[in-house]
């Protein structure tokens, strides 16, 4: 009981921390279990906060407990998330009397919590885990949003559930629940039967929820096509909600996605790309102005930042970075805001558009130059050096913390455990001649690794080793940028504009290839918003060529 003590009482009083009552013996004390009742609070506070717990066995392997709230539901049955069970307030489970660890955390932005208990001579236990924060994010007006979730094959009250329980023990400060549609399949998403009144209704103290709606096309049902792109808070569905007989069922491949988001933005909904790179129409609605940010790792890990991110910025567009995690919860995929002044959804969105955004799955990341903070701008009359911090803190092992400037690594650290955590700091002066953008990043796994489709549930996880989350999914992270106009002019690089050129005009192709319309004139509007965009992009070529723009 000494050693028990001794365990919890890391931070807060012995008695807050762990608290052993012992059953009399006689039939009590012979019984096969023992009552466990688990409560996690803040290292600081002492107050009940929400998180999630697991229990091992002496040889390592997960206790199951069929009758809690587990992390996996929705995803296959051998996910990590299986073995990983929320709590709101306080779970009483039973043991096996022998020598079990517990292990418990509180959203992405905490230490792993682990205790070793010897149950042979309790029938029952009290226990008080404390949690410890890494960051003060809340306080410092960061929130973290899903900007991506759809939810299938549950009965309402389950998804009730599953609403209530998952986000809120996430630390999910916003969530978008969205509505799609696909034929012979959409009855059973029921994330398509929450309507904003009662999505309002679900929000507590922890977890705000938003609405949104994933207008999406493809030639044929699983493959490629104009894209998918999220409109989030819309008023009212923008119909045809999913376009292209691999979706339908039926029907022509028109109009194109850009009719929708147009409809869309005349509603003031946020306008978020889907699947990085993924979709052929993507590229000209980033070059019209059309897109407010864009996701990646949001149901996979389709390509890495190159394909679209470092293109974009590359010829001095502004480019928010978001993430979700489209079927189920699967990962801890998070997209935090800076916000200004009391959190809402609407106030997250701001954030999210003004760039003033990191996404995440588990290492926290901070990025300033000079004073700015993500989504700044700096201008520069002439060459000097700049200064620049960034830190990176988390649970797990990141690998390195990198410097990103014009999509280019060139400052990194190595991660070092400090107590429960890893973190790596870079400081430093950067000399800078040029219009510039710069960002941090962590490396390792989700970059250019195999795409991770959470549908079939059978699909395997990204990573297998270090570098995991509890999820089993490779760790990233990346701040969007601080960026550096030089003489009042952003960033232009020819050789960057000259491949977004070269994957419009695939696209272009392909639409003519596999496109089915009703007439030559429906194929051509279609077609015209990648020449429009083409046209547009080479007389900045020209313009910039002339005035010694830069081409690396």
């Known amino acids: 009981m000494n050693e028990l003590r001794r365990c919890g009482s890391q931070g807060l009083g012995i008695g807050t921390v762990l608290i052993a009552l012992i059953g009399f013996l006689g039939m009590e004390g012979n019984a096969a279990e023992a009552r466990l009742s688990l409560e996690l609070v803040d290292h600081d506070s002492a107050k009940t906060i929400p998180g999630y717990f697991r229990v091992l066995d002496r040889e390592g392997k997960p206790i199951l407990f069929p009758d809690l709230d587990s992390r996996g539901v929705g995803l296959r049955q051998n996910h990590p998330a299986r073995h990983w069970y929320a709590i709101q307030e306080k779970a009483v489970i039973k043991l096996p009397k022998s020598e079990v660890y517990l292990e418990a955390f509180s959203g992405i932005n905490s230490e792993l919590s682990r205790r070793k208990l010897d149950l042979r001579f309790f029938n029952r236990l009290s226990i008080r885990m ?3 924060e890494l960051l003060p994010l809340r306080q410092e007006g960061w929130h973290a949003g899903n900007t991506h979730l759809h939810l299938k094959g549950l009965k309402r009250d389950a998804a009730d559930r599953y609403l209530r329980t998952v986000p809120t023990s996430d630390r ?23 309507p904003r009144p009662e999505l309002d209704a679900l929000s507590n103290d922890v977890t705000r929820f938003g609405n949104g709606q994933e207008h999406r096309h493809n030639f044929a049902p699983w493959g490629e096509g104009y894209g998918h792109v999220m409109f989030l ?7 045809p909600v999913s376009l292209g007989k691999g979706l339908t069922g039926s ?18 909904a946020t306008i978020v790309w889907c699947h990085n790179g993924l979709g052929l129409e993507g590229v000209p609605n980033w070059l019209a102005g059309r897109i407010h940010a864009q996701n990646i790792f949001d ?8 394909d679209t991110f470092y293109k974009y910025l590359n010829i001095g567009l502004s480019v928010p970075f ?60 002439r060459g000097r050096a700049v200064s620049v911090v960034s830190r990176a803190v988390g649970r797990g092992n990141f690998g390195e913390l990198e410097l990103v400037r014009n999509g280019k690594v060139i400052k990194s650290v190595v991660a070092k455990a400090v107590g429960n955590r890893f973190e790596a700091i870079i400081e430093s002066r950067l000399l800078i001649g040029e219009a510039s953008w710069i960002a941090a990043r962590v490396s390792g796994g989700g970059l250019g690794m195999e795409g991770n489709v959470i549908v079939p549930p059978s699909t395997p996880i990204r990573g297998t080793s270090q570098g995991v989350n ?20 952003p960033r232009f690089d020819v050789l960057a504009a000259e491949e977004l ?33 083409i046209e547009a992009l080479r007389e900045r070529i020209a313009v910039h060529s002339s005035a010694g723009a830069t081409k690396r």
């Open 172 to 194: 999910l400060d916003i969530l978008f629940v969205s509505y799609l549609e696909r034929a012979s399949d959409d009855h059973s998403y029921i994330s398509n039967e929450y």
């Open 322 to 381: 978001s993430t979700g995690t489209d079927w189920f919860i699967y990962d801890f995929s998070r997209v935090y805001a800076a916000v200004e002044g009391s959190p809402s959804v609407d106030s997250w969105l701001s954030g999210l558009q003004a760039g003033r955004s990191f996404i995440t799955n588990g290492p926290l990341l901070h990025l300033q130059v000079e004073e700015l903070s993500l989504g700044g701008r700096l201008n520069l009359d």
């Open 130 to 132: 404390p949690i410890r």
């Open 251 to 268: 029907g022509f491949d028109s109009p194109a996605l850009k009719n929708g988001i147009e409809r869309a933005r005349a509603q003031g």
């Open 501 to 533: 050129i070269a994957e419009m005009e695939v696209g272009r192709d392909q639409v003519l290839a596999k496109g089915l319309f009703q007439s030559i004139a429906e194929r051509d509007q279609v077609l015209s918003l990648y020449q429009e965009s």
């Open 299 to 306: 149901g996979g890990s389709q390509g890495d930042y190159s």
């Open 470 to 489: 509890e999820m089993g999914e490779a760790l990233f992270a990346h701040t969007s940028p601080i960026y550096v106009d030089f003489k009042g002019k």
């Open 233 to 239: 808070e819309v008023d009212e569905l923008v119909k």
